[in-house]
């Protein structure tokens, strides 16, 4: 067997289940590397171990009544270590969603913790975040920053930059995390790992969270894309009062992966969205040109297609994301607390009169509409995940400039943020890598399909996985 942390979920789920390696050796192994190798990339801020150790205790006696039971009915994931994300609530564990501004202690644990932990999953611990979730960079002041595994130097992404710090290093094979405007591919990107934000009515945020406005919706990061599809099928699950709900896979979303997708008409996208004229790096486009090649090879049809809209029609999302800031439950007397960027985003946040933010949400839907019409003839849209690597540590953050460190991260994440405008599914993948300043580096490239429909990302994401695979890890490590 290879070592413990080099086996991808469903892989060490299966070495579990049959007995080869034990709840409590993959929980001390897996405590061991968040030890060790934790602090260096800025994993996580808080490690649950004695959480982690009861759950493996209950997972080895649960392991011991089925004996001679068939495996298929033992929780699909038992025994693998599963960390959350610090902006979803864990029971008995410190909530601070990347600020010191937030110190809760919640009673009771979110829809996709309670999924995640009757899936099997050990809770190892809360990763690092930046300050409520906002940035593509994870660069907290109350933890150390998330750094890329490829190089410590650079950011791990964000906002589940912890999260892709723990999986690319190997600490575990899946990390939860959430996406409102790239916060899975944007990392994903950054860390060489698959990051796949779904649908909007996929996932529930309940049952103690609600839609709002539909942008964001949670996740997984994972080393494979079928690791990615299981997720899926444990994740997609409704709960009682939902505002969207989307019907159920043909089959499973894993099942999906074993499926030829068929070919495809696929639009290439490679100028920004976002900012017009965004620099992008000429790795990027080689990553695209990569992942186009490979696809004409597996007998698709591609053709270069322009932005659905313009960047000032991107404009529209500006308001819904400086609510969504203001709508962080932060104490008045804690506002001080709070990162120039936070306070920038929450002041625009207060500006927005109700006649201002009815508009904006119309502009959404009209986009939607519009983008819609723009790619009917299309079945997935190819583009680049971010316009340049993963950013140097610093780089973006400008707190004596909140704006110019929002327009920097528009014109870092030109395409990302679409996919939750129009509430379809999109999936980062580590097809390239290339050297930038003497450092070998990932470059994601980014399939986008209709709403509901992500079989077809990741049948067609499958692939490409075995026509082209991706190193499981960085170089050296």
């Not at 099942?255 to 996208?269: M, N, Q, S, T």
Request: glycine letters at 12%; hydrophobic letters at 45%; proline letters at 10%.
């Amino acid at each position: 067997m290879s070592e413990i942390h080099e086996l991808s979920a469903l892989e060490l789920a299966a070495v579990v289940r049959s007995g080869e390696v034990s709840p409590a050796e993959v929980t001390e192994h897996t405590l061991d590397r968040a030890e060790r190798l934790g602090p260096g990339v800025g994993a996580f801020v808080h490690v649950a171990a004695d959480l982690a150790r009861e759950q493996a205790s209950r997972a080895a006696t649960l392991l011991a009544d089925s004996r001679g039971v068939d495996a298929a009915a033992l929780p699909p994931f038992l025994g693998v270590p599963v960390p959350i994300k610090d902006n979803l609530m864990v029971a008995g564990l410190p909530f601070r969603g990347g600020s010191a501004a937030l110190d809760l202690m919640p009673t009771v644990d979110d829809g996709v913790v309670t999924l995640l932990r009757e899936a099997g999953t050990i809770m190892v611990g809360k990763t690092n975040l930046p300050e409520l979730g906002l940035p593509p960079y994870t660069e907290p002041d109350i933890a150390p920053p998330a750094r890329s595994p490829w190089d410590t130097h650079r950011t791990a992404g964000g906002s589940s930059g912890g999260a892709a710090a723990a999986v690319a290093a190997g600490i575990v094979p899946a990390a939860h995390g959430n996406d409102g405007g790239g916060s899975l591919r944007i990392p994903a990107s950054a860390c060489g790992l698959v990051g796949l934000k779904v649908s909007r009515g996929r996932i529930s945020p309940g049952p103690y969270g609600v839609d709002g406005v539909g942008l964001s919706t949670n996740g997984v990061l994972t080393r494979t894309v079928r690791d990615t599809a299981a997720f899926l099928d444990v994740l997609a699950r409704p709960w009682p009062g939902e505002t969207f709900h989307l019907p159920d896979p043909t089959d499973t979303f894993l099942a999906a992966c074993e499926r030829e997708p068929g070919p495809l008409r696929i639009g290439v996208l490679t100028d920004p969205i976002a900012v017009d004229g965004a620099p992008v790096h000429p790795e990027v486009l080689a990553g695209v040109a990569r992942a186009g090649r490979l696809l004409e090879q597996l007998g698709h049809h591609l053709q270069v297609i322009p932005p659905p809209f313009s960047a000032q029609d991107w404009d529209a999302f500006g308001p819904l994301w400086a609510v969504g800031a203001l709508q962080a439950p932060i104490p008045p007397e804690a506002e001080s607390a709070l990162l120039p960027l936070t306070r920038w985003l929450r002041e625009r946040g207060r500006g927005v009169s109700g006649a201002e933010y009815a508009d904006a949400l119309a502009a959404l839907q009209r986009l939607t509409r519009r983008t819609a019409g723009a790619w009917a003839g299309l079945d997935v849209i190819l583009s680049p995940t971010l316009a340049q690597p993963a950013a140097p540590i610093g780089s973006i953050r400008d707190d004596a400039d909140p704006a110019g460190d929002f327009a920097a991260q528009k014109a870092f994440t030109p395409w990302t943020s679409t996919w939750n405008i129009i509430g379809a599914a999109s999936i980062s993948l580590p097809l390239h890598r290339a050297e930038v300043d003497g450092i070998e580096l990932p470059f994601g490239v980014m399939l986008g399909g209709r709403t509901g429909d992500e079989e077809t990302l990741l049948s067609l994401a499958a692939t490409l996985e075995a026509a082209d695979p991706w190193p499981a890890f960085p170089p050296g490590t």
